[in-house]
């Protein structure tokens, strides 16, 4: 595979109604630390907590020490891209984690590795459908419960999850400005900038 090719890949948000997904090309050989900005700006969340990129046995996660699902540290994702992921386990999916309190769940699926378009920047948004919980809402049981509690008045939560929320939240609605915005951002970041002359 070229190191300069582009991955789509389709990002479902486990074990929650309405459905939450997102589909975005990334350059090949994004790192993993940058991956994680990505799905994060595209999501929605706000990079808040710990998380975690997982191939069955093998994790890929921040610096940091002293922590890990199944009492195994992580690898530094740092030091691994998206084509060293796919090359060296020849996965076709992998999991994305956040916020292991909550334990939110992502199902990252590649679906097809091409060419980048040269008008193009990237990472970028394809489709998306769906809107990302809010934080600390508990994962996908206290996610459901904040559902049903905010469009029913009678709901014994009603008026302490509406407060604690603060606005309006409708499910289906998607900040697609936002992310856009977002993304651009990361993609001026790391966007590959021509050497200098020097003196």
């Not at 489709?127 to 509690?149: I, K, M, N």
């Not at 604690?164 to 697609?176: H, L, N, Q, V």
């Amino acid at each position: 595979m070229s190191t300069d090719a582009i991955v789509r890949l389709k990002v479902t948000l486990d074990d929650v109604k309405p459905a939450v997904m997102r589909r975005l090309e990334v350059p090949l050989d994004l790192r993993l630390d940058r991956l994680h900005l990505v799905l994060q700006a595209t999501i929605g969340w706000t990079n808040s907590h710990l998380w975690e990129i997982r191939v069955r046995d093998i994790g890929w996660g921040p610096p940091q020490s002293g922590w890990g699902l199944g009492g195994d540290l992580p690898l530094k994702a740092s030091k691994a891209s998206l084509l060293e992921l796919i090359e060296d386990t020849g996965a076709k999916t992998f999991k994305y984690l956040y916020d292991f309190g909550d334990g939110w769940e992502h199902t990252v699926k590649i679906e097809r590795v091409g060419d980048p378009a040269p008008s193009l920047a990237y990472p970028r948004l394809i489709d998306a459908q769906g809107r990302c919980p809010p934080e600390d809402v508990g994962g996908p049981w206290g996610y459901a419960e904040f559902l049903e509690a905010i469009i029913d008045p009678g709901h014994e939560r009603h008026a302490e999850l509406t407060e604690w929320y603060g606005a309006t939240f409708d499910p289906r609605s998607i900040e697609r400005d936002a992310i856009d915005s977002e993304l651009a951002k990361l993609a001026r970041r790391w966007s590959r900038k021509p050497a200098g002359r020097r003196s």
